[in-house]
């Protein structure tokens, strides 16, 4: 007697983001934590806007964590730098495309530092412009 397991296959589809963001490195997951962290802070804050105390805190955390992940962002482009220049002494003569791959790859995390941070600060601003609102209906 034998026994047939059917396990259901999962097709990822080619999706031209996914692709970018795995091309980016470990980095890319720690500012996508700060991006959702940013986003859930920020929303806890809107939720929040009845205890202001609350809701600043909840404001600085957003901004903390935003900035976090702007630098995260940088440090992990100017690694890949390093990483492409470290590369290209060791060929000695280099291809542009080599280099330009490298380029490529170190500027993927620093455009996404770039993008988590303007997120949260659109989000923070309409916060913040709520908290006063808030304050000055008191």
Known sequence: MKLYVLVPQVVIAANPL?????????FMFLILICLLL???FIVKGFLKLKDPITSKKMLQLAADTSLLGLVLGFF???LGLITAFDSIEAMGNADP???AGGLKVSLLTATFGLFTFLVA???IVILRSMQKTQS???
């Open 136 to 138: 000055h209906e008191n």
């Open 121 to 123: 600060r659109l989000g």
């Open 97 to 99: 495309s080599i280099f």
């Open 18 to 26: 996914t692709d970018r963001f795995n091309e980016g490195g470990f």
């Open 38 to 40: 940013a986003i859930f």
């Open 76 to 78: 992990a482009s100017v």
